[in-house]
């Protein structure tokens, strides 16, 4: 299970390019143990990382993802949108993410988004990549709104941690988390209550809340019992991260 009270939301998307390498390495250079990334699927199966069904907002292109194979890959540039600077910074195969995570000792949370194929080939395609590139399975959380996918990839492999991701809170939540063996749930910083924090945490499961880039709202969420909150801005959160991280 995560071990931080902060973590970078897609890298640190407010300081570079979001689902990047640059913006992993931007996430440890600020003082994170811990990124969250989006990871799916071009047409031809080959797991990246990107938040979205389609290119349009984070790239030079146009179109849905699934019209790509990887012999596209070189022809994008997903940095220049955010600044000149990360002009023709590429979109990353899901492996060289795990090994540069590794590499500056980031713990994952690995978020796969399915966009309507077929959960089983994306459960297969991600929990392959998983399994050669990355080492360090305490430092691994899978997570999903999907629960179809979820339930496929637990049914790969018994080890991965595993959290649920909901925006509202929904009355069964603990029967799902059960049953997929999950260690933790996610919740919209901004939609979660107090009450459903004490719930949460009573039955036993970490709590981890999305996005927040208010310091304020952060201590807050953290009084209440929250674990951690994922942040576009770990500088903001200067504060609530332990030394020597605040230093």
Known sequence: MIASPVIGHRGAAQLAPENTLAGIRMAAESGVSWVELDVTLLGDGTPVLCHDEVLDRCSNRQGPLAFLSVSDLPELDMGSWFAPQWLNEPMPHLSDALLLCQ?????????????????????????????VYWQQPERLLVSSFDETLLTLYRALTADTQMAMLFDFLPELWQLKAEALNAVSIHCDCSLISREEVQQIKTAGYDLYCYT????????????????????DNPLLMKDLLPSPCNA
């Open 103 to 131: 590499e500056l000792n980031l713990g994952l949370n690995l978020e796969i988004k399915p966009f309507g194929l077929d959960p089983e080939q994306v459960a297969r395609r991600v929990f392959a990549e998983t399994e």
């Open 212 to 231: 927040c880039n208010n310091p304020i709202q952060a201590a807050e969420l953290l009084q209440w019992g929250v674990d951690g909150i994922f942040t």
